[in-house]
């Protein structure tokens, strides 16, 4: 069982930047898949950033060249920096983990999630 804690979120204007931090339990080494989800209100939860030790890297189009997913292994910690945030990201973000080789389809682990809200 892994336990994942995000931090990181609030509240922000239209362009600006946030950086998400999700830490995990137990040593997130390969293989693994690792990244981040988010649900907005009335909308279904979707993938937003994830690394696969079997595949690579992959971000949703949606923020493609706004958001990177990175990971620090000494400090077992993920993270999501937003940058050029827009009201449509606001949404809960979730960090997740899971088995690798099958992007989001591996997860089976969920943290409690954090809100970002991003303002006009």
């Avoid at 958001?67 to 937003?82: E, G, H, R, W």
């Amino acid at each position: 069982q892994v336990q994942l804690v995000e931090s990181g979120g609030g509240s922000v204007q239209a362009g600006g930047s946030r950086r998400l931090s999700c830490v995990a339990s137990a040593y997130m080494h390969a293989p693994y898949c690792w990244g981040w989800f988010r649900q907005a209100p009335g909308k279904e939860r979707e993938g937003v950033a994830l690394i696969d030790s079997a595949s690579g890297t992959i971000h949703a189009d949606s923020v493609k060249g706004r958001f990177t997913i990175s990971k620090d292994n000494a400090m077992n910690t993920l993270y999501l920096q937003m940058n050029s945030l827009k009201p449509e990201d606001t949404a809960i973000y979730y960090c997740a983990a899971g088995d690798p080789g099958a992007w989001w389809a591996g997860i089976k682990y969920w943290g409690q999630g954090t809100q970002v809200t991003v303002s006009s």
